[in-house]
């Protein structure tokens, strides 16, 4: 079945430091979309990419799809400390959203 | 708007006890799902519904029951619990936006714990 790998497990980063996670499919998506989850919170929508080679940004976040629609990333620029959670990646083929385990980031004021 | 509402949000079980949790949605979504979340793992597919009157089996089926009760509920029946079924349950619900695509919107999570 189709697996969605995303890499690194975990982040740490002193406040101000850039952070980026990849997300890797072993299948060609339709689409991707990224979550992030707060300490002790539920998934919330992020974005979502469609296009092959799509970038957004939101303010300091940006994301990547992959020209051949099988990985994606997401970047943050000097992360601040109400950028902790966890943010997951969740890719879509054939109708069904697998999600990565996603990248616990942490940041030390 | 109250959004995905599901309940409780905390329950400690026996093994063997049986359980039901209740996740209703106000947004008029067709399709409902039930994830689990383990610690250091992402969200696993349970099972879920895409429409009314159907449901389908997700990844990690075995031990639970669902019934898409209406459009607007939907809930996850543990019948014999296990102390393998610890874990954060979320329920979900979908719009179709763009694409096809759809955008999850979860609920806020209910905690169990199996002893």
């Known amino acids: 079945g189709q697996q969605v790998m995303q890499i690194p497990q975990y982040q740490h980063v002193q406040e101000g430091e850039d952070f980026t996670t990849y997300c890797n499919s072993s299948t060609t998506l339709s689409n991707i979309q990224w979550y992030k989850q707060r300490p002790g919170g539920h998934p919330v929508f992020l974005i979502q990419l469609v296009k092959s080679g799509e970038v957004k940004k939101q303010k300091r976040l940006t994301f990547q799809f992959g020209e051949a629609k099988k990985n994606s990333s997401l970047h943050i620029t000097a992360t601040q400390t109400t950028d902790v959670g966890t943010y997951f990646c969740?890719?879509?083929?054939?109708?069904?959203?697998?999600f990565g385990d996603g990248t616990t980031l942490t940041v030390k004021p | 708007n109250a959004g995905v509402t599901q309940t409780p949000k905390f329950q400690v079980l026996k093994t063997g006890q049986s359980m039901t949790l209740q996740c209703a949605q106000d947004?008029?979504?067709?399709?409902m799902y039930w994830y689990r979340q383990d610690p250091g793992m992402g969200l696993r597919l349970i099972y879920y519904s895409a429409s009314e009157g159907t449901t389908d089996k997700g990844e990690v089926p075995n031990g639970y029951n669902v019934s898409r009760l209406n459009k607007r509920e939907f809930s996850l029946r543990l019948e014999s619990a296990a102390p393998s079924q610890t874990s954060v349950y979320f329920c979900a619900s979908t719009r179709t936006v763009l694409s096809g695509a759809n955008v999850l919107t979860f609920g806020a999570g209910s905690r169990l714990t199996v002893l």
């Open positions: 969740a890719g879509t083929n054939a109708g069904k959203s697998t």
């Open positions: 947004m008029n979504h067709n399709s």
